[in-house]
Each structure stands twice: as structure tokens, then as C-alpha cells.
């Protein structure tokens, strides 16, 4: 086989090849590849026909180039398992993220909407105390307002929204 010899190489596959798919398939339960992993180490033994310089027998190689070709076959799977795991929980995160933030939006929409069939003095002081975080005596002296005034109609606007919206907003308002 060293020289090329096809012939060499035929026999010995002829030789082997049901004993190693018989060794293969105790370990890996599946016909198909078992005749995989067979298959690879004839492929890879003529590969190397050249280079290759045997320590013990034949038979001794083949049987350990199969076993080692399994568990070469099981690390990979076992990485494909991982990477598959964690592409899944990575599309479940996102496909949670994706709807949470539409729910939010619409939320957001439904609020805005809201808010803005208050009175526009009421909108204005709701505005500036929620969105721009102002304290009421701020409001107050930008408005040129009491901070009564402001208290009240922040009371008001809350009152309002969380009669028509329920508790959700007022959750999200805090």
C-alpha cells in the first residue's frame, strides 16, 4: 500500500471494513454513522499510505484510528449541542426583547395619546415634572406659577390618566 498499490489497499479494506463498522456501531448505535466513521478512517489511511510508519499491528491501528474517529465525532457534537443551546436561548432573548419593546412602544403610544387630551396647561406641567423631571418649584418659576398650581394639576393629570389607563401606568410613571 505504501507503493501505491491499490490492490494492497482494496485488500485490506476488504478485510476490515466489517469488523471496524461492527466495533464503530457498538459504540455509536447508528448504521449510518458508523459507516461514516469507517469510511473516514479508509479515507484517511490511504491519505497518509506514504507517511504512515505503524508501532504495533494493522489491525491494532485501524481499531484505534475508529475509536479515536468517535471521539473525534462526539466533541464535535457535543460543541454543535452548546453552540445550538446557546443560538437558541440567544433567539429566545431576542425574540423576548423584540416584544417587549413593541409592547412598550404601543404602551408608550397609547399614553402619549392620552396625555395629550388633557387641558395644555395640565399637559404642560404633567410635560415638565415626568418627561423633563423638573421639581415643582422649578415648574413654578418657569411657568411664573404657584407651586400649589403645579402640585395640583400634576395631582389632577395623574388622577385623569390613571382612570383611563388603570394601575400600568401608573407603574410606569414612576
Known amino acids: 500500500m505504501k507503493n501505491d498499490d491499490r490492490q494492497a489497499y482494496t485488500a485490506i479494506y476488504d478485510r476490515y471494513k466489517r469488523l471496524l463498522f461492527v466495533h464503530a456501531y457498538k459504540r455509536l448505535t447508528d448504521t449510518d454513522t458508523a459507516k461514516d466513521v469507517v469510511q473516514e478512517v479508509f479515507t484517511q489511511l490511504w491519505a497518509k499510505r506514504t507517511s504512515l510508519v505503524l508501532e504495533t499491528s494493522l489491525r491494532a491501528y485501524l481499531y484505534t484510528a475508529v475509536r479515536n474517529q468517535i471521539f473525534n465525532l462526539i466533541a464535535k457534537k457535543q460543541v454543535e449541542a452548546k453552540y445550538l443551546d446557546s443560538l437558541q436561548n440567544f433567539l429566545d432573548q431576542s425574540t423576548d426583547f423584540a416584544d417587549h419593546k413593541v ?15 388633557l387641558p395644555l396647561k395640565m399637559q404642560e406641567v404633567f410635560r415638565l415634572s415626568r418627561n423633563e423631571q423638573l421639581t415643582h418649584k422649578e415648574i413654578a418659576q418657569k411657568l411664573s406659577i404657584s407651586e400649589k398650581t403645579v402640585k395640583k394639576q400634576v395631582q389632577n393629570a395623574l388622577r385623569i390618566l390613571k382612570g383611563k389607563l388603570g394601575p400600568l401606568f401608573f407603574m410606569l410613571m414612576l
Request: a negative charge; proline letters at 0%; aromatic letters at 6%.
Open 103 to 117: 409592547r412598550y412602544m404601543q404602551l408608550m403610544a397609547l399614553i402619549e395619546s392620552e396625555i395629550e387630551q
